[in-house]
């Protein structure tokens, strides 16, 4: 996957975690939390779509990588450049 | 009675399959509408069931009712209805002075249900097993879920008291406000029953679990033809209070909660006893003071199984034989709302202190003479005049039976 389709991916995970927000404008500089409600629950539902979609498994002390979008696409990029989306 | 003993409903929330206000609950019983349609379920396919149509998003976000559960739903929704109808100053209400007090007949079937489902889509991985599980599957879940959505700090349970559990949220409530532990108790019972295949199969097994070709008369209590219970969802929820709390705020009184009781059988895991349930009933009336020509409504528990029917005419026949109480049953038109079962049958009769009539029982077409009953309403509603007592029947597995009278208020 690229990093545009990485972005996707996640930004659908955040529609069906937290589907009151409007995610139109989020910023992928700034932390999730800095612009959504997203509370740890919410955050480890992030971590188990990408085990149920990816089979990925990250580590508890990885997950500061998770904070942003940059972060996170940058995070997962080297993990999923072999994965097709989707898959 | 001092008024501080006495304990009285003063606001209204109810989802049932024919009704999302008690107005509405209220016309559909009147009107003999079914609320028992046909419903698809995981694993078994099509049954029959009683469906809720509430507003969902009313009181909750779509992130909530996600992580929630639908007994967390039904109840939210139910207990903000009736704040609301109590006409309660909310925002300058002490929340720490509230309880919330409701029965529910299972919870956690639904929950561990869906999550099996998931994880069998991955080669049963347990480590796709979802974090929301224990919190979904806690026993207190219901009501918790209505503490954290309305700010109340009080106490609350969720009380598993099988089908008999919707009349023990409102006991539960009458007995802390006499202990004064709170001010306003939030009470009555759930049901998200349908969303489980386990409780269908389950009665299935047990032959008990109704078929008809027609949806709105499979649930036929006390029928010679009726083949078992049709499942409902739904949920009943009051705010009850001591009466001098209600009289200081200038509250709406619907009724007085005058007497109650709850036994056990000690016999069987699922066959009821008439025994225990008519001493239910006498101890209920014998502690609101009542003899059995003070009642006018029997709201019966049947719930159109051969020997769940037998058994409670049984009861009913040796008490209010020669009286005249009328007899009723409201889970011909709704099916068996498990939890939720006992509050809502109280609740759709409760109307009749004002507009003087009993609601029917319906699909009664064939009475089982084993179910012979003195003044049972057949089909139509009937005009009494005047309504001063109702008496409530829920009963549950295990043996447990539980009664509540309300007596319309006079001051």
Same mark, same amino acid.
């Given at each position: 996957m690229t990093s545009d389709q990485i972005r996707q991916v996640i930004l659908e995970i955040l529609e069906r975690i937290a589907p009151d927000e409007d995610l139109t404008d989020l910023d992928d500089v700034r932390p999730f939390?800095?612009?959504?409600?997203?509370?740890?629950m919410d955050f480890l539902d992030i971590v188990m779509e990408l085990r149920k979609m990816y089979r990925i498994q990250i580590p508890e002390e990885d997950y500061s990588n998770l904070n942003t979008m940059a972060g996170t696409v940058s995070y997962l990029l080297p993990r999923l450049k072999d994965v097709a989306v989707g898959a | 009675m001092l008024d501080q003993d006495r304990i009285v409903i003063t606001g209204i929330g109810l989802t049932s399959p024919n009704g999302n206000s008690l107005a509405e609950f209220r016309q559909n019983l009147l009107n003999?509408?079914?609320?028992?349609?046909?419903?698809?379920?995981?694993?078994?396919?099509?049954?029959?069931?009683?469906?809720?149509?509430?507003d969902e998003l009313r009181y909750q976000k779509k992130k909530d009712i996600r992580r929630g559960t639908r007994a967390g739903s039904i109840a939210v929704y139910c207990a903000n209805e009736a704040v609301r109808d109590a006409g309660l100053d909310w925002p300058n209400v002490a929340r720490d002075r509230v309880g919330v007090y409701i029965?529910?007949?299972?919870?956690?079937?639904?929950?561990?249900?869906?999550?099996?489902?998931?994880?069998?889509?991955?080669?049963?991985d347990t480590k796709v097993w979802s974090h929301h599980h224990n919190p979904r599957t806690v026993a207190?879940?219901?009501? %918790?879920?209505?503490?954290?959505?309305?700010?109340?700090?009080?106490?609350h349970l969720t009380l598993g008291a099988a089908c008999a559990a919707g009349n023990a949220g409102f006991i539960q409530a009458a007995q802390m406000l006499r202990l004064d532990e709170v001010d306003i108790a939030v009470a009555g019972g759930v049901?998200?029953?349908?969303?489980?295949?386990?409780?269908?199969?389950?009665?299935?097994?047990?032959?008990?679990?109704?078929?008809?070709?027609?949806?709105?008369?499979?649930?036929?209590?006390?029928?010679?033809?009726?083949?078992?219970?049709?499942?409902?969802?739904?949920g009943g929820i009051c705010t009850v209070e001591r009466l001098s709390h209600a009289l200081a705020r200038g509250a709406k009184i619907y009724a007085e909660i005058i007497g109650y009781a709850m036994n056990s059988d000690a016999r069987d895991f699922v066959l009821p006893d008439a025994n225990r349930q008519a001493e239910c009933i006498q101890l209920a009336m014998k502690r609101a003071k009542i003899n059995v020509d003070q009642i006018d409504i029997v709201?019966?528990? +049947?719930? +159109?199984?051969?020997?769940?029917?037998?058994?409670?005419?049984?009861?009913?026949?040796?008490?209010?034989?020669?009286?005249?109480?009328?007899?009723?049953?409201?889970?011909?038109?709704? %099916?068996?709302?498990?939890?939720?079962?006992g509050a809502l049958e109280m609740l759709g009769n409760l109307?009749?202190?004002?507009?003087?009539?009993?609601?029917?029982?319906?699909?009664?077409?064939?009475l089982d003479p084993r179910c012979a009953l003195p003044n049972l309403v057949l089909n139509q509603p009937r005009e009494l005049g005047t309504v001063n007592c109702i008496l409530n029947n829920s009963f549950g597995m295990l043996g447990i039976n539980s009664v509540v009278i309300i007596r319309k208020y006079q001051g």
């Open positions: 939390r800095e612009q959504m409600e997203l509370d740890s | 003999g509408k079914s609320g028992v349609v046909n419903y698809e379920t995981r694993y078994m396919g099509p049954v029959l069931a009683g469906v809720c149509n509430f029965g529910i007949t299972e919870h956690g079937n639904v929950e561990t249900e869906n999550e099996i489902y998931e994880i069998s889509k991955f080669q049963y207190n879940n219901a009501a %918790g879920e209505v503490t954290l959505n309305m700010g109340i700090t009080g106490p049901s998200e029953s349908i969303h489980t295949f386990g409780i269908f199969a389950s009665f299935a097994a047990q032959g008990a679990l109704a078929t008809h070709e027609d949806p709105t008369k499979a649930c036929r209590p006390f029928d010679i033809n009726r083949n078992g219970i049709v499942v409902a969802e739904g709201s019966s528990h +049947a719930t +159109a199984t051969e020997q769940g029917d037998i058994e409670e005419a049984s009861a009913l026949r040796r008490i209010f034989a020669g009286s005249n109480a009328v007899i009723n049953n409201t889970k011909s038109f709704i %099916g068996h709302a498990m939890g939720a079962a109307p009749s202190f004002d507009d003087g009539i009993a609601h029917a029982t319906i699909n009664l077409d064939e």
